[in-house]
């Protein structure tokens, strides 16, 4: 069992930086994967990246590819998104997941999910 949980959202104007934070309890932590999604009202969830459970391999949506980078800190069991050149359509709530398997940008292929936080984006 994987509890997460996600911190580090809020307003910022377009351009700006935000990191967000993704704690996870349970000893295991280091042999999952981690995604993180977003959600904007009346949208689908969309994908924004993943990482493999060591950390060398990530891999990011389109629509964030090169202002989003996602690490991992398996000692601190935390995955972070750090959000660069911020634009309003960034605007949603950010969830992070865990998947036992490989990382994925499909959203059924994790089991573990977080309750999300908030990022607004103001133009």
């Known amino acids: 069992q994987v509890q997460l949980v996600e911190s580090g959202g809020g307003l910022v104007q377009a351009g700006g930086s935000l990191r967000l934070s993704c704690a996870a309890s349970?000893?295991?932590?280091?042999?999952?994967?981690m995604g993180w999604f977003r959600q904007a009202p009346g949208k689908e969830r969309e994908f924004v990246g993943a990482?493999?459970?060591?950390?060398?391999?990530?891999f990011y949506g389109d629509s964030v590819k090169g202002r989003f980078t996602i690490s991992r800190d398996n000692a601190r069991n935390t995955v972070y998104l750090a959000m660069n050149s911020l634009k309003p359509e960034d605007t949603a709530v950010y969830y992070c997941?865990?998947?036992?398997?490989?990382?994925?940008?499909?959203?059924?292929?994790?089991?573990?999910w977080g309750q999300g936080t908030q990022v607004t984006v103001s133009s």
């Open positions: 997941a865990a998947a036992s398997r490989y990382p994925t940008a499909t959203p059924e292929n994790y089991e573990y």
């Open positions: 990482i493999k459970w060591s950390g060398n391999i990530a």
């Open positions: 349970g000893r295991t932590f280091s042999s999952y994967a």
